[in-house]
């Protein structure tokens, strides 16, 4: 099935770390990406990570990848207050074409 | 800026009606997807265009169709309107090849 799943609200300290977590069903997804929209704007990607790597890394944002429990994550290292936004966790399922299925988004605040 | 354009920005119309709604991909971009983005059901694919066929299906309503055009346009028709179709509809598009999509700063329907 397809089917990715997230938490909905995650609430920090502005300079402290964020982790948003994510689970995804489908195992045959190719690439998974986290996306970010902020109020009144279309989803940015902000990463992606290869369904054969564990992790990777791009400057605050850290991603974690855990095959076999289908389980990604999104670390932003010394959240600032303009980190906040929504967050999604996406697959992409390449079925002839690149289906790609979101989560129900984080909805990240920042506390200054 | 992501280059994808969709129009209109906003619009209002009553239960029963018909609308249309327009999207124009990056340069370059071949495919043209379309999401709904609902408050209770958040970010539904609803379905995928590639160079002018349909490649892939999500979660659109019978009483929903799409198509793209050969100058690469896509067009999303919501016809016999109903109150819950009230969402912001996003329109994204991709390079030949990837995943990664560019999306549109949406089009809100509000349904009356």
């Known amino acids: 099935g397809e089917d990715v799943e997230q938490s909905l609200f995650l609430s920090v300290r502005e300079g402290d770390s964020s982790v948003i977590n994510c689970t995804y069903t489908?195992?045959?997804?190719?690439?998974l990406y986290w996306y970010k929209q902020e109020p009144g704007a279309g989803l940015q990607l902000l990463t992606y990570?290869?369904?054969?790597?564990d992790m990777k890394q791009d400057q605050r944002l850290t991603v974690l990848l855990n095959k076999k429990d289908k389980h990604l994550s999104l670390r932003i290292a010394d959240t600032q207050t303009g980190d906040s936004a929504i967050y999604f966790c996406?697959?992409?399922?390449?079925?002839?074409?690149?289906?790609?299925?979101f989560g129900a988004g984080t909805r990240l605040f920042v506390k200054a | 800026d992501s280059g994808v354009t969709q129009t209109p920005k906003h619009l209002i119309t009553a239960t029963g009606q018909r609308v249309t709604l327009r999207c124009s991909p990056r340069?370059?971009?071949?495919?043209v997807y379309w999401y709904q983005q609902s408050l209770d059901q958040g970010l539904q694919f609803l379905i995928q265009?590639?160079?002018?066929?349909?490649?892939a299906k999500g979660n659109i309503l019978e009483r929903f169709s799409a198509q793209q055009f050969p100058d690469l346009h896509s067009e999303l028709n919501l016809s016999s309107l109903e109150l819950g179709d009230s969402a912001l509809y996003f329109c994204?598009?991709?390079?030949?090849?990837?995943?990664?999509?560019?999306f549109g700063e949406g089009s809100r329907l509000t349904v009356l």
């Open positions: 996406a697959e992409t399922l390449n079925t002839g074409g690149f289906k790609t299925i």
């Open positions: 990570i290869f369904s054969n790597m």
């Open positions: 994204a598009s991709s390079a030949p090849g990837s995943g990664e999509l560019f």
């Open positions: 265009y590639y160079n002018g066929e349909e490649r």
């Open positions: 489908d195992s045959s997804s190719t690439y």
């Open positions: 340069s370059g971009d071949l495919s």
